[in-house]
């Protein structure tokens, strides 16, 4: 089976975009782990796959596939360049600017302006544990964790996917590789859970790296730099715009408060396009 395929990147987070609207297909986790791979196929850190939409209100369901072949709920960076996609790609009627994208538990709202940054309302952060999923006996700003021979204080947080933010006074000397997947596979998190590390440089500036589930650091996380701000700012440490650095450049995330949405803002890129060709 050869599928047609575009190469795209948010802030180096890297995708590999599939019409399934007009070539329609049903991937099997071996032929997601394939694609993913960056030696024996594209290579990316998610698959997405554009599919019709199934809620009245969307314009556009899509699918994530991390590169081991689990699925995601939510991809920050991924629906910017989806949103993107689908206007090149003439699956946008002309002249609208903005597009309703399903996930698989909830709705985003995609402002496209013109080949510039991308905005998406992300939706409202959920806090309450069994939501999350997190095992903890009652909701609360900051959790502390028995993780690798210490105790570690971090904040829980879903936006569709889970998040777990941890303060650090200097994400570039901070245990991502140790500390990233000892607490993504933490039995407190039945699904496991992506794990991000905050540097407070300022209430309106931060510096972020994250251990995403399924696919280790990435260059950009846009559910972790929402989820950062909202527990940063839930932990009294950042007012209700926040420029996020990742190591692959600047989001700029906007939260006003419990109850109310987180508003991100990026660019989306489109790098190549291809054919592969899967058993
Ligand atoms: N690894 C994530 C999915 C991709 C999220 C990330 N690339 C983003 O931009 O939000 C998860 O399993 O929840």
């Known amino acids: 089976m050869k599928i047609h395929f575009t190469k795209m990147q948010g802030l180096g987070n890297d ?30 850190d998610q698959v997405l796959l554009a599919t019709p939409a199934r809620r009245s209100q969307a314009d556009f369901r899509y699918l994530i596939f991390n590169p081991d072949g689990s699925q995601a709920e939510h991809c920050g960076n991924g629906v910017r360049c989806l ?21 698989v538990n909830g709705l985003s709202r995609v402002r496209l302006c013109d080949d510039g940054p991308v905005t998406v309302d992300m939706g409202a952060p959920v806090l309450e544990p069994p939501q999350i999923p997190f095992r903890a006996p009652a909701r609360a700003r900051e959790y502390e964790l028995e993780v690798a021979g210490q105790v570690v204080r971090l904040g829980a947080v879903s936006m569709g ?47 972020l790296r994250v251990y995403e589930r399924a696919a280790g650091e990435t260059l950009a996380c846009g559910t972790g730099a929402c989820a ?52």
């Open 83 to 103: 949103a993107r996609f689908l206007d090149d790609h003439g699956l946008v009627s002309a002249g609208r600017h903005e597009l309703v994208i399903e996930t």
């Open 228 to 279: 950062a701000v909202v527990s940063g700012r839930l932990r009294g440490w950042l007012d209700d715009a926040v420029d996020v650095d990742l190591p692959g450049g600047r989001l700029v995330i906007h939260w006003p408060g419990e109850g109310e949405h987180v508003w991100m803002t990026g660019p989306a890129e489109t790098v190549f396009e291809g054919e592969i060709r899967l058993d």
């Open 161 to 207: 996917n889970p998040h777990a933010v941890l303060r650090v006074d200097d994400v570039d000397s901070a245990p991502v590789e140790t500390l990233g997947p000892a607490i993504e596979a933490h039995h407190r998190f039945p699904r496991r859970v992506n794990v991000g590390f905050l540097q407070v440089i300022t209430p309106g500036h931060v510096r």
């Open 15 to 44: 995708f590999v975009v599939i019409d399934a609207v007009r070539q329609p297909v049903d991937l099997s986790p071996e032929q997601i782990r394939r694609i993913a791979d960056r030696r024996y196929g594209v290579g990316c």
